[in-house]
């Protein structure tokens, strides 16, 4: 943020610091303790230390408290090395896993691979085929780095612009990643890091997507099972159907009354008890399940015939995976006959976007036979020798996330309290002031943390990527456009920057409200050239009357490396490389 205070003016820092922070909390934090969270969850079901169970929200506040005693009394120093150490052995685990996984396969019989690559997808196979060539035509609708023209998550429009944004916001720009670089005793050995984690990044697909494939492919009915055994995923799937079974219930009469004011005690009653009884499977002892209470179906009942009333049932489209599928034949007609009426009525229900969802234009209503965020807990449990080696990869995970959680806290602090706190709260801060300052606000956001992370643990929640996108969406435009019109467009007035950042949420939204149905890479896109626009006008209206000198930090060596050169052709001619084999 220093720059653009040097570039531009205070206020540019002020609004860049903010919204900084705000998203470190609000979606980094969150979304790395919610990933720590789940993995440790699924290790540990249905035990419980000190009388409490070990669920997503008991490890949220074990990461998030382990985390912030990392930065508490250790501050960038500590996370520095504990990176190093953590995450050479995450990689070190990752690579374990892979190799146990890819031999899993081999030794697995065909017919009890899972798949969604079409019924002839191991045609030509057979149970003593290598685990790569299993792994390959299993997943040989996965393993594309091209897709459709039209995609509607990342169209071809997306790649001149739109995609290169969230890129080099989060290498180039963002506080997480840049102290690090910064941090390097010169631009050398600053450039040597950058290159070895273009390097490791390479790897990430061969040491965590490919197991994660893998775990699917060799453990989906586990993850059926979790999701059976989950009473948040029953519940949402019942809550989800009841549209389909309410409104099967109105057409055949049984529903007789339009709103709940209307029904009498008796009618109500009768509907409800119904509705527990068909759509929770009874207990062991033959009791409608208490997972849809009474109360809740009574909600339903409100929410079904207020959405009919509001003409809102064409709206709504499902969807379901093939876990769901077998486990509910009989319901699969009817919700294929349901999406086929309702997008006959309201074509943008094919692709409906968030916002469409948000504001009620559509909704989709998801139904969920498998729980995908254990694939990983079961790759531990299930794949590696109990013989220290799970407790070996369990830690290096764990210490990993902790390790990038500690960070991420160290780098909002560290924000707030040097460009906020010392500048426009309490100019005369000693250091003392500030580290007080500092750990305060470590305290809080891990607090913030744990209590947002439990919530992503939601079936009617889609994916982490979404989440962080859409959300950082918001920043990452604005700030990209403001630092490169910095650099380069030297008469830019000071007023600029400060505008272009505003700008940024302000235009991102409107097209989030008003074109909801642009793929959000676009909709960054369509930010990052307005705000543009609006700098080069600004510029032209008013443009400086001199050039502005940026000072240089001469405490440091800023000569190159040829190094740097070499390992960056490598990283290009590998990635190139990568393009032609999955193509």
């Not at 989800?240 to 007789?256: E, F, K, M, R, V």
């Not at 032209?540 to 001199?546: A, E, F, N, T, Y």
Request: proline share 4%; charged share 15%.
């Amino acid at each position: 943020p220093q720059f653009l205070e040097y570039r531009f003016d205070t206020f540019s820092l002020f609004f860049m610091s903010v919204m900084m922070v705000v998203v470190l909390v609000a979606v980094n934090i969150t979304a790395v303790i919610y990933s720590g969270a789940i993995t440790a969850a699924t290790m540990f079901a249905g035990k419980t230390f000190l009388g409490i169970e070990m669920d997503v929200t008991f490890f949220a506040w074990a990461i998030g408290i382990i985390a912030a005693l990392y930065v508490f009394f250790g501050g960038l120093k500590a996370c520095a090395w504990a990176d190093l150490i953590q995450g050479a052995a995450l990689i070190a685990g990752g690579a374990i896993i892979a190799y146990l996984a890819f031999d899993a396969m081999g030794a697995i019989e065909l017919s009890k691979i899972a798949h969604t690559a079409g019924p002839d997808a191991l045609k030509g196979l057979s149970d003593s085929s290598s685990g790569f060539s299993k792994f390959a035509a299993a997943n040989s609708d996965k393993l594309t780095m091209f897709l459709p023209g039209d995609n509607n998550e990342v169209p071809w429009t997306a790649l001149v612009i739109g995609l290169w944004i969230p890129n080099f916001y989060y290498w180039g720009l963002n506080q997480y990643i840049m102290q690090r670089t910064l941090g390097a005793s010169s631009l050398a050995e600053g450039q040597k890091g950058i290159m070895f984690a273009a390097f490791m990044k390479i790897l990430m697909p061969f040491l965590i997507v490919f197991p994660g494939l893998i775990a699917f492919n060799l453990y989906s009915q586990k993850m059926a099972d979790a999701a059976s055994n989950d009473e948040k995923i029953l519940q949402a799937n019942a809550s989800a159907y009841s549209t389909i079974y309410l409104a099967n219930l109105d057409a055949n009469g049984a529903l007789p009354f339009a709103t709940i004011g209307d029904a009498s005690d008796e009618q109500l009653g009768r509907v409800v008890s119904k509705m527990r009884a068909d759509l929770v499977a009874k207990d062991k002892d033959g009791k409608v399940s208490e997972l849809l209470s009474a109360d809740a179906a009574k909600g339903l009942v409100a929410d079904y015939l207020a959405a009919k009333s509001a003409g809102k049932l064409d709206k709504i489209r499902y969807t379901y995976d093939d876990s769901w599928a077998k486990s509910n034949p009989a319901l699969v007609s009817e919700v294929d006959k349901w999406n086929k009426q309702a997008m006959e009525k309201n074509p943008k229900l094919l692709q409906p976007s968030l916002i469409d969802q948000l504001l009620g234009k559509s909704q989709t209503k998801r139904l969920v036979g498998y729980k995908y965020d254990t694939a990983f807990g079961f790759l531990l449990k299930d794949l590696v020798p109990a013989n220290g080696l799970t407790g070996f990869i369990f830690a290096a995970l764990l210490g990993a996330v902790i390790s990038s959680l500690a960070s991420m806290l160290n780098a909002a602090s560290t924000i707030f309290t040097i460009d906020i706190f010392k500048r426009f709260v309490k100019k005369d801060a000693s250091d003392k002031a500030q580290v007080l300052s500092g750990k305060i606000c470590v305290v809080l956001f891990t607090i913030a943390g744990c209590l947002i992370a439990p919530f992503l643990n939601n079936p009617s929640f889609t994916n982490i990527f979404t989440y962080i996108q859409e959300f950082q969406g918001f920043l990452s435009p604005g700030i990209l456009a403001v630092f490169i019109f910095g650099l380069f467009a030297k008469k830019a007035p000071r007023f600029a920057g400060a505008i272009g950042i505003i700008a940024s949420p302000v235009i991102y939204a409107t097209l989030l409200f008003v074109l909801p149905e642009v793929a959000f890479l676009n909709r960054m896109a369509i930010t990052f050239i307005s705000i543009l626009i609006i700098m080069l006008l600004l510029t032209l209206i008013k443009p400086l009357k001199q050039e502005i000198v940026m000072p240089v930090n001469e405490a440091i060596s800023v000569e190159h490396s040829p190094v740097v050169y070499i390992m960056g052709a490598v990283v290009l001619v590998v990635t190139c490389s990568l393009y032609v084999i999955f193509s």
